[in-house]
Structure formats: C-alpha cells, structure tokens
C-alpha cells in the first residue's frame, strides 16, 4: 500500500539492467568499442524515456533522481536568468525537493510567490495569471501531487506561461507512468521524470528541457549529458529507466483502469469506516492513489499499528526529530494542525489484489475500533 514512495524493480526491467552491470561496463565518454558500446545503449535508452513524453531525444538528460531534476531546473533556471527578473511562482503543496530549491533561492536575492489551493488541492490557473510579473521568470506546478494524488490543471496553466513568456517546470515524478504526460500537449519548458515510481531502478531520474531554454548546471566536470549534469553516466540505470517506460506505454491504460477500479472500492470501504475522511478531488485524482485523514488516530501511530499487520502505507505528516509535524499538504487544503497530523496515504501498483484491499479494510476496521474507545 506505499507505492508512491516507491515501487518494486519490473523483473523485465532488471534483465534488461543486467548485462550493463557486467560485460557491457564500459565509460560512455571513452572513445574506445567499449565506451561506444555503452554511448550507444545510453542513446538508445534516452530515445525511448524522450519518445514516451513526447520530447526530442536532445532534450532529455539523465539526472540521480526526481530531486536532482527539480533542483536542476529550479536552481538552473533561476541563475541562468537572473538578469531578466528575480520571480518564481510556485505552489504551497509541491514536494520538498520544489520546496527547498525555493527557500535556498529566497534566501539568495530570489522572491518567491507560493500559490494557495482549494479544498481538494487545485492550483487556479486565473492565480498562475494573476501572479505573474514583469520579472518572473519561472512558474513551477507538479502534474499530480503525491500526497493526495489530486491532477493539476497543467495545460491550462501551460497556456498562460507560454503567452506570459515565463518558462513553466512540472514534476511529473508521480504521474508518469498512470496519466498520459506529453512535453507538447502540457505546453511544459521543462519536466521531472523518476525511474523508481515507475518500476524502474532507484538512482535514475530525467528532466526534459526544451530545446533553447537557458539553464545553469549545477555540476561542473566533464561535459555529460550535453554540459547539463557532469558525471559518468548510470548506463545501467538510464537502460532500466526506458524498459520501465516501454513497459509503462504498453500496459499504461489498461493497468490505469484496472487500478481505478480497485481504488475505488477501496475508498468506497474506507468511507464507510466511521471517522475517516477523503482528502483530494474526489475524482480528479491518479488511480493509483487512496488518501485520507482520520478522526481517532494520529498518522505515525497509524502507520506502526499497519506496520504490525504487515501492510506498509505513508502518512504526509513527516517526523522530524521525534516532533510530528502536520502535513504542509493537510495544512493547505485547509485542514488544521491536529487533522493534518492525521493523514493516511494507500498507495497500489502493479501488483496490488483484491485480496490485499480486503485485508487492509479488515485491518483499518479493527484499528478505528481499538482507537476509537479510547
Ligand atoms: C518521489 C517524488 C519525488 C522525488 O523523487 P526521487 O527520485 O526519489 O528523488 C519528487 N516529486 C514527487 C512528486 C515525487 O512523488
């Protein structure tokens, strides 16, 4: 019930993975048929991940992770542009890895606009147009967010960005994979991409750039990815990566309904526990996941007495130095700070049954009954 946080590597994903740990080994920056060899398998590889969204192959560069990628385009952007304007627009339910590159700018001469949400989490694109200024370089909005899986309106927001002249960045770490995410349609300058939510490897992220869009790098070395992120390359990692993505266009809306389907009831049941709430839109929502705040428990507690059952879920609330913290997700979809402690997130994949729901709902029914007397 937490694959949001992460998913299982495919089996076909680890095979097609394998040979680049052993034989096939070789620096792609080397000029030798080794290196060739694996210059060619990292094109291949970058190909289809670029093919999947829509972006030409030399617009997509391989980064570490999802975190990488935000900090890159965040960071990136906002010094390569610090002539024209000191301006980012955000939301106030990004992922910290949007949030933190912000607060790092803020403190640097950087201004930062962080755009409220309604009850069940949307960005309004008239506050996206409202918001921008004469001096406002980028607008950063993710595609589905990870606490609550509520679908921003991209496209819309897209527009506006591109008829302001403002570069527009979405983190579709989460939504890749379950909704269609496309560069072209979304009108998107740049996008965040995560090999490990997607059955793929850990250790493996992308970000598409539109071709003629002035960013910084934030690592300096030799010259990979197009001078974008220096650094051997993961040849292993970026071939794992596009096997999770040739599998996810194959399987992609046929495994999206039937996970629809499943979350469905599952929400449907958890609803029909006394004292447990729906956060997200209540259709506008990935299919993948179920969110919730509870009256009778607090979300680390919950996520113990799961974890005792055998079932792994995530609370947003993080815990930082023994100190719960109420989820900033709870907080700005207008909860307060006692519900916004009480968060539960189920999360399903690839390989969640009917079986498994059951027994969830069963485990959820016997801990509100515990929590509740007391
Ligand atoms: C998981 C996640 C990230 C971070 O991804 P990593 O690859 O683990 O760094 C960023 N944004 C969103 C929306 C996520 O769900």
């Given at each position: 019930m937490d694959y949001a946080s992460t998913t299982p590597i495919d089996p076909r994903v680890l095979e097609a993975m394998m040979p680049y740990f052993r034989e096939r080994f070789g620096n792609t920056m080397s000029p030798h048929s080794?290196?060739?060899?694996?210059?060619?398998?990292?094109?291949?590889?970058?190909?289809?991940?670029?093919t999947f969204i829509g972006a030409n192959p030399m617009e997509l560069i391989f980064t570490s992770s999802a975190t990488e990628s935000n900090n890159l385009a965040i960071k990136g952007v906002a010094l390569a542009n610090r002539g024209r304007g000191r301006h980012i627009i955000t939301?106030?339910?990004?992922?910290?890895?949007?949030?933190?590159?912000?607060?790092w700018l803020k403190k640097n001469g950087f201004e930062v606009t962080y755009l409220p949400v309604d009850v069940h989490g949307i960005v309004d694109p008239g506050d996206v147009e409202e918001a921008i200024?004469?001096?406002?370089?980028?607008?950063?909005?993710?595609?589905?967010?990870?606490?609550?899986?509520?679908?921003?309106?991209?496209?819309?927001i897209g527009e506006i960005c591109g008829e302001r002249g403002v570069y527009f960045h979405v983190d579709a770490a989460q939504s890749l994979g379950k909704l269609p995410v496309n560069v072209e349609e979304m009108r998107v300058d740049l996008l965040t991409l995560s090999a490990h939510k997607i059955?793929?490897?850990?250790?493996?992220?992308?970000?598409?750039?539109?071709?003629?869009?002035?960013?910084?790098?934030?690592?300096?070395?030799?010259?990979?990815?197009?001078?974008?992120?220096?650094?051997?390359?993961?040849?292993?990692?970026?071939?794992?990566?596009?096997?999770?993505?040739?599998?996810?266009?194959?399987?992609?809306?046929?495994?999206?309904?039937?996970?629809?389907?499943?979350?469905?009831?599952?929400?449907?049941?958890?609803?029909?526990?006394?004292?447990?709430?729906?956060?997200g839109h209540p259709e506008k929502r990935l299919p993948t996941i179920a969110s919730f705040w509870l009256e009778f428990i607090d979300g680390e507690r919950l996520i113990m007495e799961l974890n005792e059952r055998g079932v792994a879920a995530s609370t947003g609330?993080?815990?930082?130095?023994?100190?719960?913290?109420?989820?900033?997700?709870?907080?700005?979809?207008?909860?307060?700070?006692?519900?916004?402690k009480s968060g539960l997130r189920l999360s399903i994949g690839r390989w969640t049954t009917e079986d498994e729901v059951d027994y969830v709902i069963e485990c959820m029914r016997g801990i509100a009954a515990k929590y509740r007397g007391m």
């Open positions: 080794w290196g060739m060899e694996a210059r060619e398998a990292l094109e291949r590889a970058r190909e289809t991940v670029a939301s106030k339910i990004e992922h910290p890895s949007v949030l933190e590159p912000c607060k200024r004469r001096d406002t370089i980028l607008v950063s909005i993710m595609h589905a967010n990870n606490e609550i899986g509520t679908v921003e309106p991209i496209k819309e059955y793929g490897p850990k250790g493996v992220g992308g970000l598409y750039v539109r071709d003629g869009v002035r960013l910084e790098p934030l690592l300096h070395g030799g010259g990979h990815e197009y001078g974008l992120r220096s650094g051997t390359v993961n040849v292993a990692g970026a071939v794992g990566f596009a096997k999770a993505c040739e599998i996810a266009r194959e399987v992609m809306y046929e495994e999206a309904e039937k996970l629809g389907r499943i979350c469905r009831r599952l929400i449907h049941e958890m609803l029909g526990i006394d004292g447990v709430h729906l956060t609330s993080a815990c930082s130095s023994g100190k719960i913290e109420p989820s900033h997700v709870l907080l700005a979809i207008g909860l307060n700070e006692r519900q916004a």
